[in-house]
């Protein structure tokens, strides 16, 4: 696993059309994966799909190549893993509008996989997702329509979406503080599990990437 590096060794990002794409296509599939969140305010729980995609680069060894892009309102790096090469994204928009850093991103990328929050799910539980609603969850849905879709764009198969457990308050009024709060000491102890979630995530990736695209 390596990175390609922004800018430089062949691979870079460049405005087209108005609109940030991958150019020369390389060999192999082509990912997007954006770590959903509020940028600002990390360590809280709406923010942890973005923790989780810092995870994510360290594992693929692009932790310190993350570059600003203000064309796609993002922070992005660039990975391979075996054939299958990576644009990872952190919106620099709030949750409510992540998808318009998405929207922007996605042009070139056969696949689109989303990583966020979920309130359905106890802290410390993972899944992996391939379509369905949005479940309430502002940021996915915004994304869902900056991409006009719940599927990956190219290939008209689901999206997949890695949803992190964070639990939810009891009383519903309460959401929109729990979300943005941090996370508790006790709560602390079981993100290195959660932030584990990329075995999960990389074994998908790898799997997916295997299977011929359709109509490409």
């Known amino acids: 696993m390596g990175s390609f590096g ?3 060794g062949g691979l870079w990002l460049s405005l087209a059309a108005s609109r940030c794409v991958l150019e020369p296509r390389p060999p192999g599939k082509r990912w997007l994966v954006a770590g959903l969140g509020n940028p ?3 360590g809280t729980r709406h923010s942890v799909g973005m923790a989780v995609l810092g995870q994510l680069a360290r594992r693929l060894g692009v932790a310190e190549s993350w570059e600003r892009d203000r064309r796609c309102a993002a922070d992005l790096a660039l990975a391979s893993l075996g054939d299958a090469h990576l644009v990872l994204l952190r919106p620099r928009r709030l949750m409510n509008v992540n998808g318009r850093s998405v929207g922007a991103v996605w042009t070139d990328a056969e696949e689109v996989c989303l990583v966020h929050d979920e309130l359905h799910k106890p802290l410390g539980k993972l ?5 369905g609603s949005a479940r309430g969850h502002n940021g996915v849905r915004s994304c869902f329509s900056c991409l ?3 599927m990956s764009p190219a290939l008209g198969q689901a999206m ?10 009891t009383h519903p009024d309460t959401v929109q503080g729990y979300v943005l709060g941090h996370f508790s000491p006790a709560e602390q102890e079981l993100l290195p599990p959660l932030l584990s979630a990329t075995d999960l995530l990389l074994d998908h990736i790898r799997e997916r990437s295997q299977r011929p695209s359709s109509g490409l």
């Not at 899944?127 to 379509?131: C, E, I, M, R, V």
């Open 6 to 8: 922004l800018s430089r």
């Open 160 to 169: 997949p979406r890695l949803r992190v457990g964070i639990g939810r308050p």
């Open 148 to 150: 006009n879709s719940n």
């Open 40 to 42: 600002g305010l990390p």
């Open 127 to 131: 899944a992996l997702k391939l379509g």
